[in-house]
């Protein structure tokens, strides 16, 4: 249980810094917006590190976890891009528009990644 609900802390946490992020970068706070944007990545990895050990933990229903994979693969592919994004727009400004169109997509992803998670977790079972 407590495990459980350092993950749901880490995902809070993590759409917090992802929002505080991007407030920086559209107020072109670039410096501050980088720092932020480097502690978001990190506290994402430590999510989705933290997610695949809930594996260990709960016995997850098949179909539940067949409609959330492809949602949270796709979502993870999807930051990625949006972080190498970001790294190339430090060195030009055509990659803006790409850039914010990543964070938006991203941001839309996430209502359904989180939708079908909560999914997943209400239907598991412990071990
Ligand atoms: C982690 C999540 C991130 C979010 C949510 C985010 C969001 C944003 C947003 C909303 C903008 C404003 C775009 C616009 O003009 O409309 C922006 C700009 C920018 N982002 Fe990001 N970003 C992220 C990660 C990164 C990373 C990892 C880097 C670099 C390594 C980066 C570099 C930049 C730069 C250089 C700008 C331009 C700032 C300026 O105008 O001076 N971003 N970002």
């Known amino acids: 249980m407590l495990y459980l609900l350092i993950f749901v802390a880490l995902l809070i946490l993590f759409v917090g810094f992802f929002i505080w ?19 978001t990545v990190t506290i994402f990895v430590a999510t989705v590190l933290y997610a695949e050990g809930l ?6 229903n098949k179909d539940a976890q067949t409609i959330h994979l492809p949602f949270a693969i ?9 972080v190498l994004l970001g790294w190339k727009l430090q060195s030009g400004n055509r990659f803006r528009v790409w850039h914010r169109a990543a ?6 992803m996430l209502i359904p990644t989180t939708i079908t998670g909560i999914l997943l977790i209400t239907t598991a079972a412990p071990r």
């Open 55 to 60: 594996r260990y933990l709960y016995s997850f």
């Open 74 to 82: 796709t979502s993870g592919v999807i930051f990625l891009v949006l």
């Open 103 to 108: 964070v938006i997509t991203f941001a839309v």
């Open 21 to 39: 992020t991007a407030i920086a970068g559209r107020r072109h706070q670039r410096r501050r917006h980088v720092l932020r944007a480097w502690v």
